[in-house]
Antibody
Framework: QVQLQESGPGLVKPSETLSLTCTISGGSIGSGGYYWSWIRQHPGKGLEWIGYIYYYGSTYYNPSLMSRFTISIDTSKNQFSLKLTSVTAADTAVYYC????????????WGPGTRVTVSS | DIQMTQSPSSLSASVGDRVTITCQASQDIKNSLNWYQQKPGKAPKLVIYDVSDLQTGVPSRFSGSGSGTEFTFTISSLQPEDIATYYCQQYDDLPITFGQGTRLEIQ
């Protein structure tokens, strides 16, 4: 059973860089057929897709968001990561990592989410 | 970006009721639509994919239909455990976008 788990700081100061990691267990991040995604949810709001990365490093970001996001992958650690620079209070949200399965065209596995608050 | 508009935003119904949620896409997305269920404090969970295919393990009281720009999600007989927020999601074009969600409550 594939499991995803987000990790990172729960509190970040304005203007700092947020770094989150998603660790995969029960499967290999290096196997093809999946895009590894980040999705966020502002308090009481809907789901916002940030972007995804393929195992060999190609990325796609939501162009509707400011270009402050960077997604990277470390196949040796079975992890992928999200960096968000110059955070503001508007970046306060629950951040989810999720697996997009290309065959079924679905987000089939999600992490439980990690709550990030931007505050001084 | 393709905008996904769900209606209603919230819905109150009784156990046993038939519940219907609609999702409208801002352009033709063919059959590129999934539905997710999100319970409070939890990650979303896939319920229906490709408009009408039931995810493994999901009860048959859930169903979906539609094509193009108009889609429908139905629970044939509402159960207490169905209380959640439901999201449609299109994947016809990047960026992937979700509807704003429909919060379902028990009357």
């Amino acid at each position: 059973q594939v499991q995803l788990q987000e990790s990172g700081p729960g509190l970040v100061k304005p203007s700092e860089t947020l770094s989150l990691t998603c660790t995969i267990s029960g499967g290999s991040i290096g196997s093809g057929g999946y895009y590894w995604s980040w999705i966020r949810q502002h308090p009481g709001k809907g789901l916002e897709w940030i972007g995804y990365i393929y195992y060999y490093g190609s990325t796609y970001y939501n162009p509707s968001l400011m270009s402050r996001f960077t997604i990277s992958i470390d196949t040796s650690k079975n992890q992928f990561s999200l960096k968000l620079t110059s955070v503001t209070a508007a970046d306060t949200a629950v951040y989810y990592c999720a697996r997009w399965e290309m065959a079924s065209t679905t987000f089939d596995y999600w992490g439980p989410g990690t709550r990030v608050t931007v505050s001084s | 970006d393709i905008q996904m508009t769900q209606s209603p935003s919230s819905l109150s119904a009784s156990v046993g009721d038939r519940v219907t949620i609609t999702c409208q896409a801002s352009q033709d997305i063919k059959n590129s639509l999934n539905w997710y269920q999100q319970k409070p404090g939890k990650a979303p969970k896939l319920v229906i994919y490709d408009v009408s295919d039931l995810q493994t393990g999901v009860p048959s009281r859930f169903s979906g239909s539609g094509s193009g720009t108009e889609f429908t999600f139905t629970i044939s007989s509402l159960q207490p455990e169905d209380i959640a927020t439901y999201y449609c999601q299109q994947y016809d074009d990047l960026p992937i976008t979700f509807g704003q969600g429909t919060r379902l409550e028990i009357q």
